[in-house]
């Protein structure tokens, strides 16, 4: 390397720490974090670290920030790296045009938003042909720049006839001046304050506008078939179910902005006082706001209404498929699983306790078939034969009718301890015809693998669900009409966050489960299944660091997630990170105690009474970390997901038409929305509990009261049985 390459490769080393010093900065600014915790965590995150693991055993070095946190770091620090690489791609384009100055160049450099960068740049933007660009080549720009001057005194028309160039295609001083005109107009647009202005002007004062194509039509929009409201306030639902309704060609969408405040503000920026081209000036910025800045403003500012709709869209799938994911396991059942049908009859399958398949049937309990007396012998054999707890239902096509036969099965058996449970069933369908549920079941049929997957999803919610695309698991709003690739990134984090929060067994978890876990991927979690097979039961956590392709920074991310929960080690049945075993070993001898008292009323009551401050102080570690350790070796093979109610088990069935107003009922919530919470309490289809009708109080949203899976007490409000709607509060009527 020569000498002026040396200096030129530190320079840029120097420039790449400061822009990343002002980003951490600007970050720590915006999240109200300090500069210290966002450069930590930057820096974590520099190295490989995985969000998931920073959370939990890097919390003294991040001040205990959570996921969230992490996570809008990285987001924000990604967005703002990204910008600079386009800064710096803008300030290269324009100095090539040799018309960059230390202004632009300054304005470029402190912008903090992609658009202000894009804003800047425009005037310089290589464009297609354009008016403004035509005039340009037939030599009207001196024109423009006379206008723009806006002499006190001479002639406009005179001056324009020195631009008559048959040659050229000007022919005649109307002509030129209207060229000149349309040159201006244009610059007028590209000017970057004009435009932030405009944008901002339209997304306060813009009136959302809807209208039916057909108002004879009818359809799922007829709310917006006359529709106008001011679109800085539309709740994001609302924005979501216009654009879908413009998109399937029913509805016509515009915005409406008064234009008196734009043409002010931009005669302001451009007129001078009193001139001999005042009036045509007034008619450019009339030309410019219409023709070429309302219409690209427009697209901006309803682009802004969508991210915002999609946004709060992405945000209720991704928390309402966190609460399901993390839905109380029912341990220790035998399950049978039905997946409900009406001709091809309901695909019956047994699971044990752990999961396993014992038996598939099928059975034809509904209408055309209506074999009810065959079908409860089925269902009685198998609840004798393998001791059947529970029943569990899909919530498909024949679900109600097939709830009411299982029911009066359940009334028949009186001596048993059997209940019945509903589930929704959404992408089982999707997961029994995949590959992987071929290679699971491969001698099943496609409706015997969806009964299946309909039974463990009770037994370990977590791990049957990650088999599903989370897209197909239907707990969200409009999620359709949403960036899929957005959604698919941002449920993916769900799902990592759900299964690190709960720690996978190392020997029972499958390559599904596996790969969500901190550090894995695919090809290594199909590696770990395949060491266990060919090498048995791992029996220590060093066993993983023998597994193909997992290396030694993939074992300190995942290592502590992994269970292994009859191995040699206590430890490695708990979440602490083998890093920290020294740390227990120091403390166990701190104690007096021995390792074998993990678990334990005597190691709990002990730890109890200790001052964690203290400890970590002798024993020289953080005090978050130790804490952990505590709690951890107080609850060791803890499964944080059981502090949770259990579902509501039923055994008779309830109808719309049992329905009365102001009747209690103890319900599930299915899904939660912007406006609402849908809980099923039995019936057909899920009862609605308005926003309006969650709390005595006032709820900004529904997901600050209720999530999906929550059991609640609900009153029912009103009851349509001709649309088969019934309206809940959970607001205790004053009379009870």
Not at 52 to 69: H, N, Q, S, W
Not at 305 to 332: C, D, H, M, W
Not at 380 to 397: A, H, S
Not at 569 to 592: A, C, M, N, Q, W
Request: hydrophobic residues 40%; glycine residues 6%.
């Amino acid at each position: 390397m020569s000498e002026l390459e040396a200096v030129v490769e530190v320079n840029e080393e120097q420039i790449r720490q400061e822009v990343n010093e002002r980003i951490v900065k600007q970050v720590a600014k915006e999240l109200q974090l300090s500069v210290k915790q966002v450069r930590t965590t930057v820096e974590l995150l520099d190295e490989g670290n995985t969000i998931p693991f920073i959370a939990r055993y890097r919390k003294e070095m991040t001040g205990e920030l959570d996921e969230v946190r992490l996570r809008d770091i990285e987001d924000r620090t990604n967005y703002l790296r990204n910008l600079e690489v386009r800064k710096r791609e803008v300030i290269r384009i324009i100095e090539e045009q040799g018309k960059l100055t230390d202004e632009l160049q300054l304005s470029i450099v402190q912008a903090v938003k992609l658009q202000e960068v894009e804003d800047l740049y425009r005037p310089y933007k290589q464009k297609r042909k354009t008016r403004a660009s035509v005039a340009k080549e037939k030599g009207l720009e001196p024109l423009a720049s006379w206008i723009w001057d806006q002499p006190k005194q001479g002639d406009a028309l005179a001056e324009a006839s020195k631009y008559v160039d048959e040659e050229k295609g000007v022919t005649t001083a109307e002509e030129a001046l209207q060229g000149a005109m349309d040159i201006i107009a244009e610059n007028i647009a590209d000017d970057a304050a004009i435009r932030s202005w405009v944008r901002r002007y339209t997304l306060d004062h813009g009136i959302l506008t809807s209208e039916a194509k057909d108002k004879e039509a009818e359809s799922v929009y007829e709310n917006y078939y006359e529709y106008r409201e001011l679109a800085k306030k539309m709740p994001p639902h609302r924005i979501l179910a216009i654009n879908r309704g413009e998109r399937e060609n029913i509805l016509k969408v515009g915005l409406e902005v008064p234009p008196e405040s734009i043409y002010n503000y931009i005669g302001k920026q451009v007129l001078k006082g009193t001139s001999i081209v005042s009036d045509m000036l007034q008619a450019v910025i009339e030309d410019a706001y219409k023709r070429l800045i309302a219409p690209s403003i427009e697209r901006e500012v309803r682009g802004e209404l969508t991210e915002k709709g999609e946004n709060q869209a992405i945000s209720i799938f991704s928390g309402n498929l966190r609460s399901l994911l993390l839905q109380p396991p029912v341990k220790g059942r035998c399950v049978l699983g039905v997946d409900p049908a009406y001709r091809t009859g309901c695909k019956l399958a047994v699971v044990d306790e752990t999961g396993k398949l014992l038996e598939v049937a099928v059975t034809y309990p509904t209408p055309p078939n209506n074999k009810k007396q065959e079908a409860a012998v089925v269902f009685k054999e198998l609840i004798n034969k393998y001791g059947i707890q529970l029943i569990v239902i899909g919530n498909g096509t024949g679900s109600r009718e097939t709830e009411q036969f299982v029911a009066e099965v359940i009334a028949d058996l009186k001596d048993t301890e059997l209940a019945y449970l509903i589930v929704n069933e959404a992408g089982a369908s999707v997961y029994s015809a995949s590959k992987l549920a071929q290679g699971e079941f491969p001698d099943l049929d496609v409706a015997e693998r969806s009964a299946v997957s309909i039974a463990r999803r009770v037994q370990d919610p977590l791990a049957e669900l990650v088999k599903i695309d989370p897209k197909s698991i239907g707990v969200g709003q409009y999620q359709h009409d949403v960036s899929q690739k957005r959604l698919e990134e941002s449920l993916k984090i769900v799902v990592e966050s759900a299964v690190n929060h709960v720690g996978v067994d190392v020997n029972t978890a499958s390559p599904s489960l596996l790969s969500y876990v901190a550090g894995i991927n695919a090809t290594i979690a199909k590696n770990i299944v395949k060491f266990r097979e060919e090498n048995g039961k791992f029996v220590n956590r060093k066993q993983l660091q023998k597994v193909p392709r997992l290396g030694a920074k993939t074992f300190e991310q995942c290592v502590g997630f992994m269970r292994i929960s009859d191995g040699e080690s206590t430890l490695d049945r708990t979440p602490i990170h083998p890093e920290s075993y020294p740390v227990v070993d120091r403390l166990f001898k701190e104690l007096g105690v021995s390792a074998d008292k993990v678990g334990t009323r005597e190691l709990t009551e002990l730890l109890d009474v200790q001052s964690v401050d203290n400890l970590a102080a002798r024993l020289d570690v953080g005090v978050p970390t130790l804490r952990d350790i505590v709690d951890s070796l107080q609850r060791p093979g803890r499964d944080p997901r059981e502090e949770l109610p259990l579902p509501i088990f039923r055994t008779d069935v309830l109808k719309i038409e049992d329905l009365m107003p102001g009747m209690e009922l103890q319900g599930t919530v299915r899904n939660v929305i912007d406006f609402g919470a849908f809980v099923d309490i039995g019936i057909k289809s899920d009862g609605l509990v308005h926003i309006s009708q969650l709390s005595d109080g006032y709820v900004k949203h529904p997901m600050d009261v209720v999530s999906v899976g929550d059991n609640v007490t609900v009153w029912v409000l009103n009851v349509d049985l001709k649309k088969g709607r019934v309206g809940l509060t959970m607001r205790k009527p004053k009379d009870q």
